[in-house]
């Protein structure tokens, strides 16, 4: 373990000074390696040398960390566990976002819920600053009572939502019939806040906070992406040495046969919401919707 974070460290510092980083794809790092406390510092607490991040929420407020670069591709990952017990109100967010005034936003959004019942998983896409393409998914697992991977593949080809090695949403790249897509610049954000105006019930179920402090958990901090400093505006950078970026490589432009027939029953299973079926909010299907089933 200490000889992979070595080498880990060594090689990024490598490609740090050629202008662009490429985090390892294996080994357990240091929170500190990737990320920083972005608010809530004294809400935010540390297992492990730092290779294990805990967010609290209680009702001054919450918390929320993200990572000192932005990307402009990757494979992004993270494991979480979430806080357990009732934990209606509660959103524990994990996302990647640009900073721009028409932003693009990939997010994975935990509906906390009363005890026993069922925490939503949703997820949205905002792009050129336009979201509403929320989903909703119930997991086939209790996310409370153990850390489980949660990732987001982005390329210029499609975003693909992962819960472990489960695919749960794609997002196809189809600029080229006029769907905007995700293509400046993104941090990877991970916060824990209260959400009792809309996530559980429609804002009906309040946040308990007789069962503050809510503590959600963090880990697995490692992943593979193309790093843009901050000031960056454009991912074209990303696109000039492609060799090196694996998550570009044609078994990731699209699902294999295996990861299309889980794809499918995930959604047959576990989807109770999905933008492209509700007709009300959209009479006319948005244009992407015939290619993400
Ligand atoms: C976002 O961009 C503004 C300038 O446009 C900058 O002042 C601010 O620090 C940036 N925020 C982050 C989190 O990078
Ligand atoms: C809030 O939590 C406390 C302690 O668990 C419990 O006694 C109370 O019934 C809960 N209130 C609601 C509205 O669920
Ligand atoms: C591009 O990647 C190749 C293979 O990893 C490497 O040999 C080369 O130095 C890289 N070029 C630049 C400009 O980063
Ligand atoms: C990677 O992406 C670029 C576009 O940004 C594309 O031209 C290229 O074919 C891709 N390469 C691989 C190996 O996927």
């Known amino acids: 373990m200490h000889f992979t974070k070595m080498k880990l460290a060594s090689f990024v510092v490598v490609v740090y000074a050629l202008g662009l980083a490429i985090n390892g794809a294996s080994g357990d790092i ?4 990737i990320y920083e406390v972005v608010w809530g510092g004294d809400h935010v607490s540390f297992l492990n040398e730092r290779r294990d991040a ?25 494991r979480i566990k979430l806080p357990d017990k009732d934990s209606a109100g509660v959103v524990t967010a994990f996302y990647l976002t640009s900073n721009s005034s028409k932003h693009d936003e990939v997010d994975f959004e935990f509906l906390g819920n009363r005890e026993g019942k069922p925490i939503t998983l949703q997820t949205n896409v905002f792009a050129q600053g336009i979201g509403d393409r929320e ?7 209790d996310p409370t009572a153990d850390f489980h991977t949660y990732k987001i593949l982005w390329n210029l080809y499609q975003i693909v939502f992962y819960v472990d090695e489960i695919p749960i949403r794609v997002y196809k790249n189809k600029v080229d019939i006029g769907v ?5 610049p993104m941090s990877v954000q991970a916060s824990l806040w209260n959400g009792e105006d ?3 019930d429609g804002g009906q179920t309040k946040t308990n906070w007789s069962n503050s402090p809510f503590i959600a958990h963090f880990q697995g901090f490692h992943f593979g992406a193309c790093s843009l400093p901050k000031t960056a505006v454009d991912v074209e950078p990303c696109y000039q040495n492609i060799s090196n970026y694996w998550w ?16 499918e029953e995930v959604r047959q299973k576990y989807l109770n919401y999905d933008y492209c079926d509700d007709k009300n909010r959209h009479p006319t299907l948005p244009p992407e919707c015939q290619f993400n089933k």
């Open 30 to 33: 240091a929170f500190d390696d």
């Open 54 to 78: 805990q967010l609290w929420m209680d009702p001054a407020y919450g918390a929320g960390f993200g990572s000192k670069l932005n990307y402009g591709s990757g494979f992004i990952h993270m």
């Open 135 to 141: 989903q909703r998914t119930l997991l086939w697992f």
């Open 180 to 184: 905007p897509y995700p293509n400046q």
């Open 198 to 200: 809309w996530a559980t």
């Open 248 to 263: 570009n490589r044609s078994k990731y432009w699209k699902l294999s046969g295996k990861e299309q027939r889980q794809f």
